[in-house]
């Protein structure tokens, strides 16, 4: 590996391996090194957390998507001196919506009573934008990925994650530079929430893309968040410089 290159520890979502990065990854270019995290091999939280704290550098560039952009805000929080940036997609400091618990609690229930046959129509219609629910090379990955993860996985990473704290007051704790990208049409998380994240963040870049974006934001508008993430990334703050000082984040 190139040494100058920006290593990019990515904690995927619920039942997502390293498929969920393989849009973003080119679209970022050759000056990054993504390093996937492959949180499906965990089976608790405590798992899930020990394999964030063992396997991300010790000055990190995390990023995490759903699922993992609130476990890489756990860790940020329980180790803030080992993260350098953070990068937080498609996800809420406060939690999951209660329409989104009680959609997992009735998955789960019928789960245990059947086997598991892949990720439904009606799934994939909360996690898409309408205009890709017909686009068959994001939701054949997004059904691959299901089937190859399977019910053991899906039912780990639910039961364990369902009950998530509200983080949003330890907020200011995270003086690096940590951005937040979101999707208005994100029928999963509330976009009011990132506003609020963004406001208590001392070095909060958001970034709510607009059009033809659901939750899947890594395979649905893949160009849009590396643009945003090479801004942040390579924005001459957003490093230590050797004697540990940070320049002041540019203005919103």
Same mark, same amino acid.
């Given at each position: 590996?190139?040494?100058?290159?920006?290593?990019?520890?990515?904690?995927?979502?619920?039942?997502?391996?390293?498929?969920?990065?393989?849009?973003?990854?080119?679209?970022?270019?050759?000056?990054?090194?993504?390093?996937?995290?492959?949180?499906?091999?965990?089976?608790?939280?405590?798992?899930?957390?020990?394999?964030?704290?063992?396997?991300?550098?010790?000055?990190?560039?995390?990023?995490?998507?759903?699922?993992?952009?609130?476990?890489?805000?756990?860790?940020?929080?329980?180790?803030?001196?080992?993260? @350098?940036? =953070? /990068?937080? *997609? $498609?996800?809420?400091?406060?939690?999951?919506?209660?329409? &989104?618990?009680?959609?997992?609690?009735? +998955?789960?229930?019928?789960?245990?009573?059947?086997?598991?046959?892949?990720?439904?129509?009606?799934?994939?219609?909360?996690?898409?934008?309408?205009?890709?629910?017909?686009?068959?090379?994001?939701?054949?990955?997004?059904?691959?990925?299901?089937?190859?993860?399977?019910?053991?996985?899906?039912?780990? @990473?639910? =039961? /364990?994650? *369902? $009950?998530?704290?509200?983080?949003?007051?330890?907020?200011? &704790?995270?003086?690096?530079?940590?951005? +937040?990208?979101?999707?208005?049409?994100?029928?999963?998380?509330?976009?009011?929430?990132?506003?609020?994240?963004?406001?208590?963040?001392?070095?909060?870049?958001?970034?709510?893309?607009?059009?033809?974006?659901?939750?899947?934001?890594?395979?649905?508008?893949?160009?849009?968040?590396?643009?945003?993430?090479?801004?942040?990334?390579?924005?001459?703050?957003?490093?230590?410089?050797?004697?540990?000082?940070?320049?002041?984040?540019?203005?919103?």
């Amino acid at each position: 590996m190139n040494n100058t290159k920006i290593r990019l520890d990515c904690i995927p979502g619920t039942l997502c391996d390293e498929r969920l990065w393989s849009r973003l990854a080119p679209a970022l270019g050759d000056a990054f090194h993504v390093q996937h995290m492959p949180l499906h091999q965990a089976r608790t939280r405590a798992q899930m957390q020990s394999m964030i704290a063992s396997q991300s550098a010790p000055q990190a560039h995390l990023v995490g998507f759903s699922l993992g952009a609130y476990l890489a805000l756990e860790h940020a929080l329980a180790h803030p001196q080992r993260v @350098q940036s =953070l /990068t937080l *997609i $498609a996800n809420s400091a406060q939690g999951l919506l209660p329409a &989104e618990i009680e959609a997992r609690q009735r +998955i789960v229930a019928m789960l245990e009573r059947n086997a598991y046959a892949g990720i439904t129509r009606q799934r994939l219609r909360e996690l898409l934008h309408p205009s890709h629910l017909d686009d068959v090379a994001i939701t054949g990955l997004i059904q691959q990925m299901g089937l190859d993860l399977g019910k053991e996985v899906l039912l780990a @990473q639910f =039961l /364990t994650t *369902i $009950a998530r704290p509200d983080l949003m007051a330890r907020l200011p &704790e995270l003086d690096f530079p940590v951005l +937040i990208v979101g999707a208005e049409d994100d029928k999963l998380v509330n976009p009011d929430d990132l506003r609020a994240m963004a406001a208590r963040l001392p070095q909060a870049t958001l970034h709510l893309l607009k059009d033809n974006t659901g939750h899947m934001i890594p395979l649905e508008a893949p160009g849009a968040l590396a643009q945003a993430m090479r801004a942040h990334l390579e924005a001459p703050g957003n490093f230590n410089d050797n004697d540990g000082h940070r320049a002041m984040p540019p203005p919103l």
